[in-house]
């Protein structure tokens, strides 16, 4: 089998799927070993690659992901970046980014959050963040949002050419927490203070019960299968930028 061969059936194995436990790994970072799942015990990840570094948009993204740092913990998330390159040239990258870019007025950003050096591939391959009729050296905009059971609860995945919505990828973590939190479902373009949804019943008997108890149950219902209920943000954990 040749090199070549060999390379590409690394980079296509398995993507991992939502409800799947997230695979695990340990790498060197930005900010010293890390091992997944075992470092972050409690907490939410959002595990996220870019292309490469010294790259336009991947500056512009890890700029404003550096400038929302708080906002993340603010919810028990924390970031963790992924591209196939050393970590020298990740310190290089960061230095540069802290000392001589401005962007939207952000500028003199220091990126906390580790970044995996993935010369190898092994992360990359594990979880489905190259793909070879994109390019087949570097990594897709890959974002995967874990929960602290270590279970994939979202995958987004943008081409290189597309810088991601970080107001976006926050909603998501909030939007999961809140549906875990008050066992509902949040209806398109949910922000917090929109109300939520209530989940379907799953009889004809409860269907009628759900539309005839609207009135005294605290929930307004479009028809049985659609019933909406008002959440409070003070209810609701919640980062600074949302409240």
């Excluded at 091992?35 to 595990?47: A, T």
């Excluded at 092994?122 to 050296?137: C, F, H, I, L, N």
């Excluded at 926050?170 to 949910?190: F, G, I």
């Excluded at 759900?210 to 409070?232: Q, T």
Aim: hydrophobic share 40%; proline share 7%; aromatic share 10%.
């Amino acid at each position: 089998m040749s090199e070549d061969t060999q390379t590409t059936e690394h980079n296509q194995e398995k993507l991992p799927l939502i409800g799947e436990t997230a695979p695990s790994f340990s790498a060197t970072t930005t900010q010293g070993q890390i091992d997944f799942p075992g470092d972050y015990q409690g907490k939410w990840v959002m595990l996220f690659s870019h292309p490469a570094d010294f790259t336009p948009v991947c500056t512009t993204e890890f700029m404003t992901f550096a400038s929302m740092v708080d906002e993340f913990k603010a919810v028990n998330c924390e970031l963790i970046g992924l591209s196939i390159d050393s970590n020298y040239s990740h310190i290089a990258w960061l230095r540069t980014i802290q000392e001589k870019i401005e962007f939207k007025g952000m500028k003199g950003l220091e990126v906390t959050f580790p970044v995996i050096a993935d010369l190898k591939m092994e992360v990359a391959a594990k979880y489905g963040m190259v793909q070879p009729s994109e390019d087949d050296t570097h990594a897709v905009r890959a974002v995967f949002v874990i929960d602290p059971e270590a279970k994939i609860r979202a995958i987004l995945y943008y081409p290189l050419s597309l810088g991601r919505n970080f107001d976006e990828l926050l909603r998501v973590v909030v939007a999961l927490q809140t549906a875990d939190e008050k066992s509902c479902a949040t209806p398109a373009n949910w922000r917090p203070g929109d109300d939520v949804i209530v989940p379907p019943p799953g009889t004809c008997g409860l269907a009628k019960e759900r539309v005839e108890g609207a009135d005294s149950g605290g929930y307004a219902c479009h028809d049985w299968f659609l019933c909406l209920k008002p959440i409070d943000k003070s209810e609701l954990k919640l980062p600074p930028s949302m409240k």
